[in-house]
């Protein structure tokens, strides 16, 4: 499993990298979480049980999102494409770090938040020529960064017992990765030679979406979240899209506790010459629990 693992880390550190819309400078790639952070949302404010204010006062909100993704697609190196289909289980295991959280303000009809998830992986592999005297030694590591800025408007809110809210929201939506491989080829006597690379990708997109939530009672209510973006702005394929559906149940008026399930999808692409194409196209999916405390 951790040969299979590497191989796919490996092509995907060289895959995203000619992918940047700035190529930066090359750079030398806390305790590991048994779960990811996911793009943190939390629901419109409703009537329920949140604190009462009018129209005029601002509300806030932060949001701690724990999210267990596995991740789904294709890379595609110099023309060459490879599936992905790593479990989170897997997953897991070579998760170094994780952090995310969101906040957010809502006055009136309109709203503002932004979120922010950074992820760090690492695999190696060791290998022993058949003669027993040559030894290869890899490793490859992935620090991935994905934030959103967004507003938005409140274009329904049923007058009801049981309210249904929707609003549209537009914003931007920033990744960045650190892409680092090395490899070592050494004999017994400790002779050899090391080899690494390292590249930046940043990226921005901007992004079109709605989100909302239908009330159930005062307390329990289904929260839902979508957008897409890209356009084919940055490169011959530049698309991004998430959707977030959870069932969330305001404890007090300052504590609601959501459950659901998460997906955020990347597909970059980029031509190269003589037909080697570069690019990624994943999805991250899986379930999430979300804490979200207002005021």
């Known amino acids: 499993m951790k040969r299979t693992i590497f191989l796919t880390i490996a092509p995907l550190m060289l895959a995203t990298a000619p992918l940047a819309v700035h190529a930066a400078d090359a750079t030398t ?6 779960t990811m952070s996911a793009p943190a949302t939390s629901a419109p ?23 267990a993704p596995q991740v789904d697609g294709n890379v595609t190196v110099a023309g060459r494409r490879q599936n992905v289909n790593i479990n989170f289980n897997s997953l897991r295991q070579h998760l170094d770090a994780v952090f995310s959280t969101a906040v957010e303000a809502h006055n009136g009809k309109y709203s503002f938040y932004g979120d922010v998830g950074y992820m760090k992986f690492s695999v190696s592999q060791s290998a022993v020529g058949p003669d027993g005297h040559v030894h290869v030694d890899a490793w490859a590591g992935l620090k991935f960064l994905y ?27 920033y990744w960045y990765a ?16 090391s080899t690494g690379a390292s590249k930046t990708w940043n990226l921005v997109d901007p992004v079109l979406g709605f989100r909302g939530s239908q009330y159930f009672t005062r307390q329990l209510h289904f929260d839902f979240k979508g957008d897409g ?22 404890f007090c008026k300052y504590l609601t506790v959501s459950a659901g399930y998460q997906a955020l999808a990347l597909d970059e692409s980029e031509n190269g010459n ?8 994943l999805i991250f999916n899986g379930a999430l629990v979300m804490l979200n405390v207002h005021w």
Do not use: C
Not at 60 to 67: E, K, M
Not at 178 to 193: C, I, K
């Open 229 to 250: 973006g890209g356009f084919d702005l940055s490169h011959s394929t530049d698309w991004t899209w998430s959707a977030m559906g959870a069932l969330s149940y305001d």
């Open 274 to 281: 003589r037909g080697n194409s570069n690019g990624v196209n």
């Open 178 to 193: 650190s892409l680092p491989v090395t490899a070592s080829v050494y004999d017994t006597h400790g002779n050899g030679v």
């Open 45 to 67: 404010a409703a009537d329920s049980l949140k604190p009462a204010m009018s129209d005029d006062e601002w509300q806030f909100g932060l949001t701690v999102p724990l999210w």
């Open 29 to 34: 790639a806390p305790a590991a979480a048994s």
């Open 147 to 173: 934030s959103d800025a967004a507003m938005g408007y409140q274009l329904i809110k049923t007058e009801s017992d049981h309210p249904f809210i929707l609003e549209g929201t537009a914003g931007v939506r």
